[in-house]
T-cell receptor, first 114, second 115 residues
Framework: GAVVSQHPSWVICKSGTSVKIECRSL??????MFWYRQFPKQSLMLMAT?????????EQGVEKDKFLINHASLTLSTLTVTSAHPEDSSFYIC??????????FGPGTRLLVL | AQKITQTQPGMFVQEKEAVTLDCTYD???????LFWYKQPSSGEMIFLIY??????QNATEGRYSLNFQKARKSANLVISASQLGDSAMYFC????????????FGSGTKLNVKP
């Protein structure tokens, strides 16, 4: 069964609003979780590493103030897209900190900003 | 330079036939892992197979096998006896063990299985 869940799976919002996406590790207390972004027909790009109890580590080119990450517990990380604009429309996928041989991904959240 | 290269944007295969999806990688690290994921239209990333850089034998998982050629830095995925449900995007990924949690993904290959 699924080991990582995401909520919501779909969200449509108006430009200028903020959207929160939740990522839960269902079977494991994850000190580290990851957020990816995927544009249509493109690959996954790592946005940030979410660290429980400390600040997230953002990849180069990712705006920290735009994409707020909170990892308040060992099973929950949240990504908030602040003041969303149409160019933020994308597929956002989280994953949990890994064993050696794989990384488990959530089912993803499709964001459409009108 | 790109870490992972998948040169086949799209592939067609007849049902029940085998198909090879190409992947080459670039790293100077001696210890790394190679992965293949399947992404159906639903978007979920499904783990298929893993190959460690020190593994001497090619990894196999059911109908999936990874043709690992270290000197060529290639990690091709072979799907035997293709099924209609195999139609999806396939991503090759690499993780360098010095940065254990960071994955690099290729651009993907869209596989279409024809009945």
């Amino acid at each position: 069964g699924a080991v990582v869940s995401q909520h919501p799976s779909w969200v449509i919002c108006k430009s200028g609003t903020s959207v929160k996406i939740e990522c839960r590790s269902l079977d494991f207390q994850a000190t580290t979780m990851f957020w990816y972004r995927q544009f249509p027909k493109q690959s996954l790009m790592l946005m940030a590493t979410s660290n429980e109890g400390s600040k997230a580590t953002y990849e180069q080119g990712v705006e920290k103030d735009k994409f707020l990450i909170n990892h308040a517990s060992l099973t929950l990380s949240t990504l908030t897209v602040t003041s969303a604009h149409p160019e933020d429309s994308s597929f956002y996928i989280c994953s949990r900190g890994t064993g050696k041989e794989t990384q488990y991904f959530g089912p993803g959240t499709r964001l459409l900003v009108l | 330079a790109q870490k992972i290269t998948q040169t086949q944007p799209g592939m067609f295969v007849q049902e029940k036939e085998a198909v090879t999806l190409d992947c080459t990688y670039d790293t100077s690290d001696q210890s790394y892992g190679l992965f293949w994921y399947k992404q159906p239209s639903s978007g979920e990333m499904i783990f298929l197979i893993y190959q460690g850089s020190y593994d001497e034998q090619n990894a196999t998982e059911g109908r999936y096998s990874l043709n690992f050629q270290k000197a060529r830095k290639s990690a091709n995925l072979v799907i035997s006896a293709s099924q209609l449900g195999d139609s999806a995007m396939y991503f090759c990924a690499m993780r360098e063990d010095y940065n254990f949690n960071k994955f690099y993904f290729g651009s993907g290959t869209k596989l279409n299985v024809k009945p």
